[in-house]
């Protein structure tokens, strides 16, 4: 489980004053893999790294009673000039799980061949995505944080991606943003809207996919 108490963060870019959640106070339950929506620009990743404890906000607090994955997406926080083995192994050492067997497994999962043992500054965006996303599908976490993520590669990818994760999330929680619907369908049971600064929960995806295509038409 996952609590936002009056959660704010409000930043400055070209002195104006963007605040992407204002005093937000929801719940993300245990075990719910609940996806993420709103409008271009409006905070989704940033309220990500919020959760995972990578930015802070501006007041109020964020409280979990697990442990909670990196944010998994296109952006990747590997160190450039190590190799994506090497990263692996970085973040094996980390959170104290065997290194060879993560290694095994990101290598195979992400499937780039000898590029594994490049420098990550020579990845493409997507070479990227599938070793973050392959790193925090071979960790354990009680919930996982997932940007956007399969939009990274092929069909036959995404659907690996997709088996992988419904996997870990058969006993654990996510929160996982993504422009499609259609994703968002097949991989999550429940919707949380960001829109102005407030952040809605719902049970019923559904119900979510409702509002925030209701927000979208409304480009007031």
């Not at 998994?72 to 590997?78: F, K, W, Y």
């Not at 659907?159 to 369908?185: C, N, P, T, W, Y």
Request: aromatic share 8%.
């Amino acid at each position: 489980m996952i609590v936002l108490e009056n959660l704010t963060k409000s930043f400055y870019m070209h002195g104006v004053r963007t605040t992407i959640a204002d005093n937000v106070s929801v719940v993300f339950p245990t075990g719910k893999s609940v996806g993420l929506m709103g409008r271009n620009g409006a905070g989704k990743s940033t309220l990500l790294k919020i959760l995972a404890g990578t930015t802070n906000p501006t007041s109020g607090r964020v409280l979990s009673d697990g442990s909670v994955s990196f944010p998994v997406g296109l952006a990747s926080s590997m160190h450039p000039n190590l190799t994506g083995a090497q990263n692996v192994r970085f973040v094996a050492r980390i959170y104290g799980v065997d290194t060879d067997a993560l290694t095994k497994f990101v290598r195979d999962f992400a499937d780039i061949g000898n590029h594994f043992f490049l420098p990550v500054r020579s990845y493409s965006s997507g070479m990227k995505g599938r070793i973050t996303f392959g790193i925090n599908m071979g960790l354990k976490f009680d919930t996982y944080l997932i940007d956007e993520v399969t939009a990274v590669g092929d069909a036959q990818f995404a659907e690996k991606s997709r088996e992988v994760f419904l996997d870990r999330v058969s006993d654990s929680g996510a929160v996982f943003v993504s422009h499609s619907m259609a994703i968002l369908r097949r991989m999550c049971t429940a919707g949380a809207v960001l829109e102005k600064g407030k952040l809605l929960y719902f049970d019923d995806l559904e119900e979510a996919i409702e509002v925030h295509e209701r927000n979208t038409k409304n480009r007031n």
